[in-house]
Structures are given as structure tokens and as C-alpha cells.
């Protein structure tokens, strides 16, 4: 047995659970790929556990949203039926009470199609981190297969570690709301030009020395929206997750600090349906933080279109 798993063996409880939840939390890392690639031109294009629940989310959003579209469109049929009807629902939603009110009639087209992107791609990746996927197989490796966790090589393996959803990783999140920064300046300048955008940025009329203060104030707001968005979808979709491993990992903590089994389970009595009702609530947040993000970016694009001031 090598140093490092006899170590492992003889920590406590207490010493384990800290870095187990971070483990199940923190962005997934080169230092554990999947499939490990070298560095191009200083470009990492290797494949880790994140960048595998894009990938699987992508799959699911074109076969379960864009393929069934693109056959109701090609077969000329006015009336949807079965699943066509919830994804109608869903696009007269997103765009009648989020587009539209806030890009304007004139814009609608234009912007719903990306907000409907948002919606979707969130929606599935944020739901892929309810469904323990990784873990089974992580069990399956270890008790099943035999391999132990300490094996660096074994491709299950390089699957665990990382957070549970791929929008809980604030790389992913940046990149949803790096989108969204070039989109308010795409809708700025689309709607009123180049120039007359960044002169939008402030108020017209006021004294010289005021925009001294109000320029550099602007344009940070500009970094701080994309910024805000980054921040609460990803602590959003990993503060669940944390009080979730948190609650479970009572179980053993006291069972280990009374060195009984029955006082883990006396804890389990009130640890279990805590963290099944905290399941059910991430439930409903999957689906709240796919919708705040796509109507805080509508009303971006919205406040770039019809400046008020």
C-alpha cells in the first residue's frame, strides 16, 4: 500500500469530509483530464470531466430540442403534437415574456433565438448535475471493478473530480457571460451605430466635470454585469450541492465522534430528509437560475437597445 492511501486510511472523518465536498464542488482541472492532450500553441484542448457535460449536454439540447424543430419545420404541419407542444410552450414563453418586453417588437427576432439558446443549454446543464451519473460510475470502478481511487490513469477516475454540474464551474459561467457582454454591444450598436453606442454610455447635457466621474463609473458597469451573472449562476448551482454533501457527511462525523453506529443513524433520521428536501429545492432552482439568466441578459440587450436617459 503506498504512503499516500495508508495516509488516506487512517485520517479521520473530519479531516476527509473539508476536501471531499471541495471535490465535488471546485472546477475540473488539467491536473485530472479525461483524455489528456497536449498544449497547443499554449492552448489546453485537454478533455476533462466539465468539458465532457458540455459535450453530452450539447448532444442532449440537438436531439431533444433542435432535431424534433427542424422535422416539425420541414413537414409543414401548422399544428404541433406531443413533445413539440411543451417546446412551443417554452418558445412562446421566452419570447413573448422575456424578449419581447424587453428588446422591443422590433428586435424580437433578432434576440429571441439567442435568448432561447441560453435558456435551453442551462436548462439541460444545469439538470445533468441532479442525475449522479459520475458517481455510479465511481462506485461501480471502485467496488465493482476494483480499481482504487489513488489510480491517476483510470479515465473513470479523472471523471471525479470536479463539481457535480458544468454550470457550477465559473469557467463555464464566464463564458455564458462573456456571450452576453458582446451581445449588449452587438444590440447597442446594431440598434443606434458604432459611435452613438458608446456615446449612449451617458447622460447627454450634464456639466464637463460630471462625466469625469460618471464615465469610468459606466464603463465598469459594462465588466460588472457579465461579472454578476458569472458569480450567481455558478454559487447558485454549488450552494445546494455543499449543503446536500454537508448534511450527508453528519452521518459519519458523529458516528465517528461517539464511535457509534447508532448515533450516525439517529443523525440520519434528520440529515436524510434535510437533504432531501434541499434535492427537491435544487430541482426547482435548475430551472429558476436557467430563467434568471436569460431574462438578466434580455434585459441587458434591452437597456443597450432603448437607452433611457
Do not use: C
Amino acid at each position: 500500500m503506498s504512503a499516500p492511501e495508508a495516509s488516506h486510511l487512517t485520517a479521520s472523518v473530519m479531516d476527509k469530509v473539508g476536501p471531499n465536498i471541495i471535490s465535488h464542488v471546485s472546477n475540473s482541472s488539467r491536473e485530472h483530464p479525461i483524455i489528456d492532450i497536449p498544449e497547443i500553441m499554449g492552448l489546453d484542448f485537454s478533455v476533462t470531466k466539465h468539458v465532457l457535460m458540455l459535450w453530452i449536454v450539447a448532444f442532449i439540447v440537438s436531439v431533444s430540442i433542435i432535431i424534433p424543430v427542424r422535422r416539425y419545420l420541414s413537414s409543414g404541419s401548422l399544428v404541433p403534437s406531443g413533445w413539440m407542444n411543451a417546446i412551443e410552450a417554452i418558445v412562446k414563453f421566452i419570447r413573448d415574456s422575456i424578449a419581447k418586453p424587453n428588446v422591443g417588437e422590433k428586435w424580437v427576432m433578432t434576440w429571441a433565438p439567442v435568448l432561447l439558446t441560453f435558456f435551453f443549454f442551462i436548462l439541460f446543464a444545469n439538470g445533468i448535475g441532479m442525475v449522479p451519473i459520475f458517481d455510479v460510475l465511481g462506485l461501480i470502478n471502485r467496488f465493482i471493478l476494483g480499481v482504487p481511487y489513488s489510480d491517476s490513469h483510470n479515465a473513470i477516475n479523472g471523471m471525479l473530480h470536479g463539481g457535480v454540474t458544468a454550470t457550477g464551474n465559473f469557467n463555464v459561467t464566464g463564458a455564458l457571460a462573456t456571450i452576453t457582454f458582446f451581445s449588449i454591444m452587438a444590440a447597442g450598436i446594431m440598434a443606434h451605430g458604432f459611435t452613438k453606442h458608446w456615446k449612449n454610455l451617458v447622460p447627454h447635457g450634464l456639466a464637463w466635470p460630471v462625466y469625469i466621474i460618471l464615465i469610468p463609473i459606466e464603463v465598469m458597469g459594462l465588466f460588472v454585469k457579465p461579472f454578476a451573472l458569472t458569480m450567481r449562476l455558478a454559487a447558485n448551482m454549488t450552494g445546494g450541492h455543499i449543503a446536500l454533501l454537508a448534511l450527508l457527511s453528519l452521518m459519519a462525523i458523529f458516528g465517528e465522534m461517539f464511535s457509534s453506529a447508532a448515533a450516525g443513524i439517529g443523525v440520519s433520521l434528520v440529515a436524510v430528509p434535510m437533504a432531501a428536501a434541499i434535492a427537491g429545492l435544487e430541482i426547482i432552482v435548475v430551472l429558476v437560475q436557467a430563467y434568471v439568466f436569460t431574462l438578466l441578459t434580455a434585459v441587458f440587450i434591452g437597456m443597450a437597445i432603448h437607452v433611457h436617459h
